[in-house]
């Protein structure tokens, strides 16, 4: 399905190029409509606005630990766009643009971050996501858990599962793609290569040259994507849905990207990374790069711009304080949720519990 | 009815619950075209093809977390580990998803899947294929951990198990798993996770195991009994959630107690058990509460398991021990 | 002397260490030129060279199953896991070879290595990032499970731990690791691993604990002295091998006993100490030994974590109500 | 080094065909000398014979659970000869030809699979071989480390590791070889490729190709060589470890062969695989190859091959004698060696134990 853009030579896909013009060789690719490339800047947006807003209230004292996904958004904003909205979408957990596609409240990802569990409600069957999954790498076998089902059951339906660089070295992302060459699972792995793993640059995590090229060892393709490109990263995983529906198995996209900012707000990366480096990918930046096209192509002016960004602003405050005011997880809830019902040891021991804390509930 | 040892069980209640709910799959390292190496899930296949039961790649990890995502998904999967001790693995699917999902999703993502385990020593077999380790498991908030010892409740609990709509972790004694056939009845049937049984009734001591050291429980109990020393012989049967309203009875009524079983002693089942009669029993304590237990040492090769596993013997001596302790 | 903070004080071990042993390696995640997460490892790499503190790929079972390997050919590693949480991924590493090496070959092959990582809650951290579950570790066996609760101790005993010929998971109370700083030697020195340290003497209670929760029941056996109740305060250090005589010998002398810890309670570290002096000082008890620790329940998120460790005034409380037992 | 052998085009590496001739365009590889391939040959006569001796024992219920090695001879064989005695040697578990070339006493084989620990006891700078690993594929880590271990102190030593081809689907073995392929440590991962996890097929393993194709994922080379012909074995084996050597890093060897007989002698194999398939591969034996190699050069005559079956045979009965009389494991052994010296709480508990046993040691 990929064989112009074989990753072990050196391959690798892009589209729309820095300057927001769209390689026109490429016309055999499947292309995001005006419509969709304007939804896809909208949502690029405010994802935008709302992750800067979110490290600045962890400036502020207001936010615990956030992991900005600045400079990365164009990898699942394109490849959610991509696929229905019924298909499984596994985060790892830069994945804001992509929750945003799917209308996932921009108050539930900060109510996660806010360090309370609602944050990972994610109605099963009205958004088909699963919560960030914390240990690296871990999520993948779920999703091909996921994708096993789908075909048992003879839905047509896939998965999409996304996993870091530093995610790929885990024994986890082995096994699942194992799974699902032998099974042939309906199931697309989104690796989102934005070069560390904290502190840890990508040659230091594996001796490949690419990503994307893992793929043949079990026994399907993998195809290297300009991950600051929506089309690129919208048309490889376009090709490779319609590959998993058709019965024809999994297929890695590595989202060659940047991450622009820090680790976490925790992380301080002028410690491992040069600035001449993080100035050189500003240029490559998703964003500034669709705002070109949208703009070239007369989509939305520069006003409206001016106009989404006020109003995305508004939205991500109002999300916070949304999120600020949500309901604090209770003590009964700390217990309620561990089983479908409550074991009598377990009954008991709230109870201790609430007579130590004099009552709460 | 049929008469059955405890793996005929295992496969009875599979064949029966796959007849009945067609979101139950079973998979596993030789599960499909083997049957299992110990033929627990012979002739499935056979009967429901390929998608409902079927071999893996080698990867307990992948083999579990696969499964927890077809559970979310609605189905309801029952995998093998080939032997408990293969199960490490798997270990960080395990505590990082599998007991977590439902508290992590506040109940929209649940996990109703069973991970199957042939457990216990004294089969002489290799390195790590003897392992008690079911404390480990326990220890898991978000984990039910149920342990058979006939082949009647292994059917019933393996069959509530794959009903529950929470994670099970079924731990099958393998030593046990040929050694006696017993009336086990043809359709399905339940027996409650989170009940122990009352296996015999006594006033001098309440002596709790399960599992692989059932049987020598069971024998040292009636061996007492001609003795005139009157035992209450407990299978605790669910590890966690444990039953303890009918332990503390029991020591409430018998005064002492003797916990075995076949895992390491220190923070072992035992201890759990001990504590908590200490406290809620602990007026009615007319002699120490005592464990006899696996050491805390590796489970030894074949050639010295016996200096391992509880003998009959040793139960007997042990308890005739705390019936004459006089404070 | 300096004053050092808990994670100053495993660095200044760590610095010590390398500089006496060059068989002494450190690695993990991060360890390297960002010298960890939190800290630990800064400077060492500069210090000693990309050889010797390094960065590894993102794989906890790789980095513990590489470090038995080098171990194996007589260096000393000192992995780091960024997480207690992210151990589980080593956990077939830890069981099956780490734990086994010794025994498994009859002492000709040894695993003289560290695993150090931060464990416990209370830092407003992600999910996965506040685990307490030394009880999993200290079941194992084969490995000793070490945790201190001063900067003195950490250095001590880290120091111990390394040159220790067995395997020893070092887990760091990370919400202690900048909570105060207190005078640290700047040479080597040692801390026997597998004793006890009785923090305050007293005559009316034992109260046991370690790491995470040693500042409140610092601060208990501080507020309950003023109120001219007599706490004896042990601090248990080793959590495997534990220091089993300094505990009975104190429980005989109190009579009562209070074991507090943040992990979860059922087969938690509490209920093996309960167990073990309930046999070992039964007759010396004048009210059931009792634990205050974490529910069995997943460690919450930040908004609910208050609902989840022991505070100063539950222990306070409980210990008042120990008091007042009457039978 | 192995261009010519690219496992990606099909290339598979064979130097002694099935009828005993050396394939003579092959002549710059390098080959056993005719004293090694005598000395190949008898431990091959030793490992068949000592093997099909442990499966009649077991038969007469004289032996517990036992894994036959029988048409897999080759591959250990001909890569421990190609590799320094002083080289770390790390088993799985169908290595008894390798460990027959290091001299370690058959006996020991046999007291492990008796159930004797020290069946383990390879003391440790007289063999430099880590003893068998029951947890699939978990032992390729420590070969990593140990290599590790020798590059850092510069010794030129290299580490080989065996595993299965259903080892290779285990998390261990992608971290292992990712481990490796980043540090450019000097080992040698040699896989087995018998068809078969008990009676789980190669093909439902792993969906790629060939095993040996895995390696270019990790920025390495991988080349498949026949399993059963033991100079093929040797000259990739004896090519790698020069290029360990060199400090140009890893390779991944799979070794294409066949188990003749059952998984272990627990196992009844006609229940997975076809009878055609086990005769085909009969014609294809390593051990009938090379005789006929030996006899052709003159290296040795069929009466003195007569000669060494006989002595091989007494030889594995005398082992077997050996190892089934000697001393039992003590219940003192089995608490003496968890730690370097016995913790108090453990000390209690073997004297608890000796009082059950009554006074037992
Ligand atoms: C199993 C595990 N080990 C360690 C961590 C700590 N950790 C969190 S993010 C991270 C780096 C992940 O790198 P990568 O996969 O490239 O994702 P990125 O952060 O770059 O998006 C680490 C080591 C973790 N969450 N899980
Ligand atoms: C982690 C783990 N899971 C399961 C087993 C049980 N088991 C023993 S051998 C084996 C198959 C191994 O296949 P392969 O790696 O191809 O080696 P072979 O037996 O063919 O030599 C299995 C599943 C095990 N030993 N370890
Ligand atoms: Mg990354
Ligand atoms: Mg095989």
Redesign the interface.
């Known amino acids: 399905m990929f064989e112009n853009y074989d990753p072990?030579e050196g391959k690798r896909l892009q589209i729309l190029n820095e300057e927001g013009q769209l390689n026109t060789d490429l016309q055999d690719m499947p292309l995001l409509t005006n419509k969709q490339a304007l939804e896809a800047y909208k949502i690029m947006v405010l994802t935008r606005v709302a992750d800067e807003w979110a490290v600045s209230l962890n400036r502020q004292g207001r936010m615990?630990?956030y992991p900005p996904v600045k400079g990365q958004e164009a990898n699942s904003i394109g490849s959610i766009l991509a696929i229905k909205s019924d298909d499984?979408f596994v985060q790892a957990f830069r994945e804001l643009g992509g929750l945003l596609i799917r209308e996932v409240p921009l108050s539930q990802h900060y109510l996660y971050y806010?360090?309370?569990?609602?944050?990972?409600?994610?109605?099963?069957d009205k958004y088909h996501i699963?919560?960030i999954?914390?240990?690296?790498?871990?999520q993948?076998?779920?999703?091909?858990?996921?994708?096993?089902?789908?075909q048992?059951r003879g839905t047509k339906k896939i998965?999409i599962v996304f996993n870091g660089d530093?995610?790929t070295?885990?024994?986890?992302?082995?096994?699942?793609l194992?799974?699902a060459?032998?099974w042939?699972a309906p199931i697309i792995f989104y690796v989102q290569n934005n070069q560390y793993?904290?502190?840890?640059p990508r040659h230091?995590?594996?001796?490949?040259?690419t990503i994307a090229?893992?793929a043949?060892?079990?026994?399907?393709e993998g195809i290297q994507v300009d991950g600051n490109d929506v089309f690129a990263v919208y048309a490889a995983t376009k090709i490779a849905a319609a590959h998993a529906r058709k019965g024809n198995?999994p297929t890695l996209i590595e989202g060659f990207t940047y991450r622009l900012g820090a680790h976490t707000t925790?992380?301080d990366p002028t410690?491992?990374r040069e600035d001449d480096e993080v100035a050189d990918w500003i240029k490559r930046d998703p964003l500034i790069r669709l705002e070109k096209y949208v703009l070239q192509k007369k989509l939305i002016s520069e006003k409206q711009i001016e106009k989404l960004r006020q109003d995305a602003k508004k939205q991500a405050v109002a999300a916070f304080e949304e999120a600020d005011n949500f309901q604090?997880?209770?003590?009964d809830?700390?217990?309620r949720?561990?089983?479908?019902s409550l074991?009598?040891?377990?009954a008991?021991?709230?109870e201790q519990?609430r007579q130590?804390?004099g009552g709460?509930r | 009815m049929q008469a059955l040892t405890i793996i005929a069980a295992v496969n009875d209640a599979l064949m029966t619950e796959m007849q009945i709910d067609p979101e139950v799959v079973t998979f596993g390292e030789d599960v499909g075209v083997e049957g299992g190496v110990f033929r627990a899930t012979v002739n499935l296949q056979k009967k429901f093809g390929k998608k409902r039961c079927f071999d893996t790649p080698l990867a307990e990890n992948a083999i579990v977390g696969t499964a927890l995502g077809m559970a979310i998904a609605g189905l309801r999967p029952v995998v093998e580990i080939q032997f408990s001790g293969f199960a490490y693995p798997a270990f960080n699917q395990i505590i990082g998803h599998v007991s977590r999902m439902r508290n992590r999703t506040r109940g929209t993502l649940t996990a109703p899947m069973v991970i199957r385990m042939p457990y216990s020593g004294g089969i002489r077999a290799l390195e790590m294929h003897s392992e008690s380790m079911e404390a480990l498991f326990a220890h898991i908030p978000g984990i039910k951990v149920v342990i058979p010892s006939t082949p009647y409740e292994t059917k019933g609990l393996l069959i509530s198990a794959i009903r529950d709509d929470d994670p099970v972790i079924f731990m099958e004694p393998k030593r046990l798993y040929r050694a006696f056939k017993q009336e086990v009845p043809e359709e399905a049937y339940t027996i409650p996770i989170g009940k122990a049984r009352i296996v015999q009734e006594g006033t001098q001591i309440t002596l709790v195991s399960y599992g692989s050291q059932m049987k020598e429980a069971r024998e040292a109990a009636q061996l007492l009994q001609q003795e005139g020393i009157s035992v209450e012989l407990i299978d605790l049967r669910t590890i966690y959630p444990y039953d303890k309203a009918t332990i503390v009875d029991s020591v409430k009524k018998t005064g002492r107690l003797l916990a075995v079983h076949e895992g390491p002693r220190s923070f072992g089942v035992a201890a759990e058990i001990i504590s908590t009669i200490t406290k809620d029993a602990f007026e009615y304590l007319e002699a120490p509460p005592t464990r006899l237990t696996g050491a805390d040492t590796i489970f030894p090769l074949p050639g010295a398991e016996h200096h391992y596993m509880i003998q009959t013997s040793h139960i007997v001596n042990t308890i005739r021990e705390i019936l004459q302790y006089q404070p």
Chains 1, 4 share one sequence.
């Open positions: 072990r615990p630990t499984w806010l360090g309370n569990e609602m944050g990972s409600y994610y109605e099963r699963l919560p999954s914390v240990p690296i790498a871990s993948l076998p779920h999703a091909v858990g996921l994708a096993y089902a789908e048992y998965a530093g995610g070295s885990v024994g986890d992302f082995h096994e699942s194992n799974f060459g032998v042939k793993a904290i502190s840890v230091s995590q594996t001796a490949s040259t090229e893992k043949f060892g079990y026994g399907f198995g925790a992380d410690r491992y604090k997880e209770s003590l809830n700390t217990f949720y561990t089983f479908k074991p009598p040891i377990m008991e021991q709230l519990r130590l804390e709460s």
